[in-house]
């Protein structure tokens, strides 16, 4: 009978020990995470300070975050995350379009996150589009409210007759904006053209074309426009043409106005789903969409000052 009692209290002791073990286990469990940016750009670093900032203060010294730049280069997108599911990260951030296009090229299984995005449905080619991917891929969008964009435009500038929309016809997203603004504008009474670069290399004399024919330009959010925002605002500012653009990093190197969000906080939400992800187990493909709470009108002073252009007292000025 002893003997039996014996074997009882040393099995009970060797479970207990397992699952002293097993807790100790998940408590120091590290996780390694994987972003992918597209370009060294304001909105986008501040994007991915955001979403390492929610990592460290929800799992501190737990995570490892990998940050690599694709310096605009789509193919580097592709070689970057091939390599994180190489790592077998245990999860991938993709901040901006090409860097999710090219994570979901890359896996199925690993949880993909995407921040800076305007329009997953776009961007991804769901038809039948419910607020969630169905994929392994979920993540925040960056979308300001064209009506409210639209509306700023109308406000500022009542008596313009032409609104050159211009953009760069490689990037989706930019493509899916200016398809809904330009009905907007239209609504308004604007007559409206679009003008579109391949990259980098025609931004100048698209926009030196644009300028020529129109009042007034909008620039949807847009990385390759927001790279070259020196070039436009060259061109645009001396002929007298205002901008309204799609964010205020696009505004503070070309724009006069915009109605926009917060990258960091956006980021930082973007980094609280991937705690729920990591942690505790949320299902990717069923996690909504997020959205920007909050839309603040902003204006860059050099410019209104340049152009000679009084802004209504509840725009807030862009800070330098």
């Not at 980098?200 to 007034?216: H, K, L, Q």
């Amino acid at each position: 009978m002893k003997k039996a009692f014996a074997l009882v209290l040393a099995l009970c002791m060797v479970f207990a020990l397992c699952a002293c073990g097993a807790s100790s286990a998940k408590a120091e469990e590290s996780y390694t995470v994987g972003v992918c940016q597209l370009v060294q750009h304001p909105a986008l670093d501040a994007a991915t300070e955001g979403f390492q900032a929610a990592l460290k203060d929800k799992l501190g010294d737990k995570v490892k975050v990998d940050v690599q730049n694709a310096s605009g280069d789509s193919p580097t997108c592709s070689v970057i995350v091939n390599q994180f599911v190489s790592d077998q990260v245990d999860l991938i951030m993709a901040n901006a379009t090409p860097a999710l296009l090219a994570a979901q090229s890359a896996t199925g299984e690993i949880p993909i996150l995407g921040t800076s995005i305007t329009d997953y449905a776009s961007a991804l080619g769901i038809e039948d589009w419910n607020g969630a991917t169905g994929l392994n891929i979920s993540g925040t969008s960056d979308l300001a409210p064209l009506d409210g964009q639209a509306e700023m435009l109308k406000e500022l500038f009542p008596d313009a007759h032409r609104v050159g929309v211009l953009y760069c016809s490689a990037e989706p997203n930019s493509k899916y904006q200016a398809d809904k603004i330009d009905q907007i504008l239209a609504d308004l009474g604007y007559i409206v053209t679009e003008y579109t670069f391949a990259d980098s290399n025609d931004v100048a004399s698209v926009t030196a074309t644009a300028v020529g024919e129109n009042d007034v330009l909008y620039i949807p959010t847009d990385n390759t426009a927001a790279s070259c925002t020196e070039a436009i605002n060259n061109v645009a500012l001396p002929a007298g043409v205002p901008i309204i653009c799609g964010e205020e990093n696009l505004c503070k190197g070309c724009g006069l106005a915009t109605l926009s969000i917060n990258y960091y906080d956006l980021g930082y939400a973007t980094g609280e789903m991937a705690y729920e992800v990591l942690v505790n187990g949320a299902d990717v493909s069923t996690m909504a969409i997020q959205f920007a709470p909050v839309f603040t009108k902003e204006y860059n002073a050099a410019n209104a000052e340049a152009l000679g252009i009084s802004v209504p007292s509840d725009y807030v000025a862009i800070a330098d």
